[in-house]
């Protein structure tokens, strides 16, 4: 009896981490939401640029059309796929906007944000061991979505002087008999790099020369600034190798919404549908409904809005060049990514001091990997008035510098 008592004490002694899958166990936290706790729980006046979501609020007639949809009782499951309008809007809108067709009944999938659906992409193509090819500095969460699914994420580094883009010799270099996956995300997050229909008839030949499959985030496909998006999946050949995933969040101001989607080929659609059968089951109604009225009827606001954040590029750019910050010229997203280099100071310390000294909250290089240190990803998505006050902040840091 006490020899069952004492196993029993060791047994409690036992960390409940020892527990865990070890993919999970190593993961880092998120070096964005670490920045945004710091602000969220501060009670002084600080400037935030860390977080990507418009400063916007969702367009009336979009809310009204998710209250409406309320006060009228559709509050049942969806079909898994998400509801028939909206798959064919969004099919439409791909073909009208971005020359990419897609047959609605099996070839969209709706899901819980964009997020969601790199998560469903990963899972289904993976197999353990696989190598993931992830050009960066890149959005966060590629990398630990691959470990959890059991791949193995491979950095590919880009260059400002590249102006970010993903090169056929660094693809090429970084290419091995394990290589299953490209993850592309242009306009980028965090640099605002795009790539062009030229930049990417080169990509293609490598990825066809070497029977890759391609995850194209295009969430932030509407803001680009003085050309047009080119989505990867319009380049001829790639379409049935491409699984596009985009959203709702960045273009029309609907982050909280959660609203997301995929398309690709049938058979891969298919598959990412059942995991997505299994975990969520469908995305919201109220929201699915609110996405489709932004599709068909928001169009202005989404052009208004985006209008003002190339305004917004335009000054923080020329603030940060004007205070002695190098900065090259972002053609899409929301972001700005000035060097710090100059200062001698590494991202992270950079960040928390600026954060600490001069009440300026921003998110370090470095946590978007390879190429990010000596950077700091600026988001300017917020109003005229914060980011000039920010550079003030930040122009006086450096002065003290």
């Excluded at 060791?10 to 945004?36: C, H, T, W």
């Excluded at 398309?263 to 409904?289: D, F, N, R, W």
């Amino acid at each position: 009896m006490i020899k069952d008592e004492i196993t029993i004490q060791q047994n409690k002694v036992k960390s409940m981490k020892d527990y865990l899958a070890p993919a999970v166990r190593e993961m880092k936290p998120s070096g964005i939401r670490k920045f945004f706790d710091l602000v969220s729980n501060s009670k002084e006046d600080i400037i935030s640029l860390g977080v990507g979501e418009p400063d916007f609020s969702t367009p009336w007639h979009v809310r009204e059309a998710a209250v409406h949809s309320l006060e009228r009782g559709r509050t049942k499951y969806t079909p898994n796929s998400g509801i028939p309008e909206l798959r064919e809007a969004i099919a439409d809108y791909l073909h009208t906007s971005f020359k990419v067709k897609y047959e609605p009944s099996n070839e969209v999938l709706v899901t819980v944000g964009g997020s969601e659906a790199i998560d469903l992409a990963l899972r289904a193509l993976i197999t353990p061991g696989d190598e993931i090819l992830i050009p960066e500095p890149c959005y966060i969460s590629y990398s630990p979505i691959t470990s959890i699914s059991g791949g193995v994420a491979v950095g590919i580094e880009t260059f400002a002087k590249d102006q970010f883009k993903l090169t056929e010799k660094a693809l090429r270099d970084a290419i091995t008999p394990r290589s299953k996956i490209l993850i592309l995300c242009y306009p980028s997050n965090p640099t605002g790099g795009i790539m062009t229909y030229e930049d990417w008839l080169p990509i293609a030949k490598v990825i066809e020369e070497n029977d890759l499959i391609v995850i194209s985030d295009e969430i932030y496909a509407e803001l680009t600034y003085g050309q047009k998006h080119v989505s990867f999946a319009a380049i001829p050949g790639m379409k049935d190798r491409t699984i596009l995933v985009s959203g709702f969040s960045k273009a029309f101001a609907m982050t909280g919404w959660r609203m997301g989607y995929a398309c690709g080929h049938s058979e891969l659609i298919s598959a990412m549908t059942k995991i997505h059968q299994y975990t969520v089951m469908c995305a919201p109604v109220m929201g699915q409904v609110a996405a489709h009225e932004a599709l068909t009827n928001g169009m202005e606001e989404k052009d208004r809005m985006i209008e003002s954040y190339n305004q917004r590029r335009r000054l923080i750019v020329k603030g940060f060049r004007d205070i002695g910050l190098e900065c090259h010229e972002p053609q899409g997203a929301f972001y700005a990514f000035p060097s710090i280099v100059a200062t001698g100071l590494t991202s992270e310390e950079f960040a928390q001091r600026l954060l600490f000294e001069s009440k300026v909250a921003a998110v370090p290089g470095d946590v978007f990997g390879l190429g990010g240190e000596g950077f700091l990803r600026c988001s300017y998505a917020y109003s005229v008035s914060q980011l000039n006050e920010a550079l003030e902040r930040i122009g006086n840091f450096m002065r003290k510098l």
